[in-house]
């Protein structure tokens, strides 16, 4: 998968060594979540992944505050510094 200036998401993406958690929601109408799930799989450990029910692009945060919180904390937490 190329970006417009034909930069190697795949590449770019695979080449990074840090913490990756991935957010998205299923309702995301301006980046599909089949996106974020693609990432995901380019991405090294330690990484995770989390699709949301609730809320789009610009309400993920609102709609699931609570959830949103807590994965970005566990995902932190389980993590070495």
């Known amino acids: ?3 417009k200036k034909n930069i190697s998401i795949q590449k770019k993406h695979s080449a990074f060594r840090g913490k990756s958690p991935v957010l998205h929601t299923v309702n995301d109408q301006l980046v599909s979540a089949a996106h974020g799930k693609k990432l995901y799989e380019y991405l090294n450990q330690p990484k995770s992944i989390r699709l949301f029910e609730h809320g789009n692009h610009n ?5 699931n505050r609570d959830t949103y919180f807590k994965t ?10």
Do not use: K, R
């Open 59 to 63: 309400t993920i945060f609102a709609a």
């Open 72 to 81: 970005v904390f566990d995902f932190l937490s389980e993590q070495p510094f």
């Open 1 to 3: 998968m190329l970006n």
